[in-house]
C-alpha cells in the first residue's frame, strides 16, 4: 500500500517562529499536495508540486512556502507562523494516469497550533 | 475555478438504515474524475468511491453507491445498512486534467445504534 508519512501527528508553537511541516511518500508519485482543513471550510490547497524544484500555487499560498528537493519528500514551511495558521494540515500524494489523477493518498496530518 | 458544494453539514443515520449524502459541482470540463473520501476520528482520510465523468453506469463499492447526474452536475453518496464504522466525516471531491482536486466543506454523519 501507498504510504504518506507526515512528521509530526500534534505541533505546538509560538508566533513567529519557522515552522516545518514534513511529508514523505514511498510509492514514486509525480504529485504532491499540501492542504489545510478547518471545520466549515473542508480542504484548501496550498500549494502543489508535480515534479521535483517545481511547484504551483494553490487557493490559499500567503504565509507559506514549500520546497521538493527529492521526489519523494514536499516540505511545507511557514516563516513567521501567525496565530490565524491554527489548523490541521494534510499532506497528499497522487500518480499520474491516463493524465487525469486517479485519487489523492493522504497522510494522517499535523494539528499545529501557534500560540 | 471548480466549486464542489455540500449543503448537509451533518447527517444522522440510524443502524442499519440507508442514509444519502448530496453533492453538486461546477465545472464547464468535459473530462473529470469525482470522489467521496470518508476521514473517521483517526483523521486518515480513505477513498470511499471513484467515478469517471465519461462513464454513465453509477459507480458502486459494496454498501456504497453514488447517484451520478452528469447534466445536472450532482454527485450523492448512497450508504446502504450503515454501521456504526460508517461514522465519519465525508468529503466529496473532484479532479480536473490540470492535476488539481477541488473538495466541499464535508458532512460529518453520526450513525445511532
Known amino acids: 500500500d501507498v504510504k504518506v508519512t507526515q512528521s509530526s501527528r500534534y505541533l505546538v508553537k509560538r508566533t513567529g517562529e519557522k515552522v516545518f511541516l514534513e511529508c514523505v511518500q514511498d510509492m514514486d508519485h509525480e504529485n504532491m499536495f499540501w492542504y489545510r482543513q478547518d471545520p466549515g471550510l473542508g480542504l484548501r490547497l496550498i500549494y502543489f508540486?508535480?515534479?521535483?524544484?517545481?511547484?504551483e500555487k494553490g487557493d490559499i499560498p500567503e504565509g507559506y512556502s514549500v520546497s521538493r528537493e527529492k521526489k519523494e519528500r514536499f516540505s511545507l514551511i511557514l516563516e513567521s507562523a501567525s496565530t490565524n495558521q491554527t489548523s490541521m494540515y494534510l499532506c497528499?500524494?497522487?500518480?499520474?494516469?491516463?493524465?487525469?489523477?486517479?485519487?489523492?493518498?493522504f497522510g494522517s496530518g499535523t494539528q499545529l497550533s501557534v500560540l | 475555478a471548480q466549486t464542489v458544494t455540500q449543503s448537509q453539514p451533518e447527517m444522522s443515520v440510524q443502524e442499519a438504515e440507508t442514509v444519502t449524502l448530496s453533492c453538486t459541482y461546477d465545472?464547464?470540463?468535459?473530462?473529470?474524475?469525482l470522489f467521496w473520501y470518508k476521514q473517521p476520528p483517526s483523521r486518515q482520510m480513505i477513498l470511499v468511491i471513484r467515478?469517471?465523468?465519461?462513464?454513465?453506469q453509477n459507480a458502486t463499492e459494496n454498501r456504497f453507491s453514488v447517484n451520478f447526474q452528469k447534466a445536472a452536475k450532482s454527485f450523492s453518496l448512497k450508504i446502504s445498512d450503515s454501521q456504526l464504522g460508517d461514522a465519519a466525516m465525508y468529503f466529496c471531491?473532484?479532479?480536473?486534467?490540470?492535476?488539481?482536486?477541488?473538495f466541499g466543506t464535508g458532512t460529518s454523519l453520526t450513525v445511532i445504534p
Open positions: 508540486s508535480y515534479d521535483v524544484k517545481m511547484k
Open positions: 465545472t464547464s470540463e468535459s473530462d473529470y474524475y
Open positions: 471531491a473532484y479532479s480536473n486534467t490540470g492535476n488539481q482536486f477541488y
Open positions: 467515478q469517471e465523468a465519461y462513464k454513465q
Open positions: 497528499a500524494s497522487s500518480n499520474y494516469g491516463t493524465g487525469v489523477n486517479e485519487k489523492l493518498f
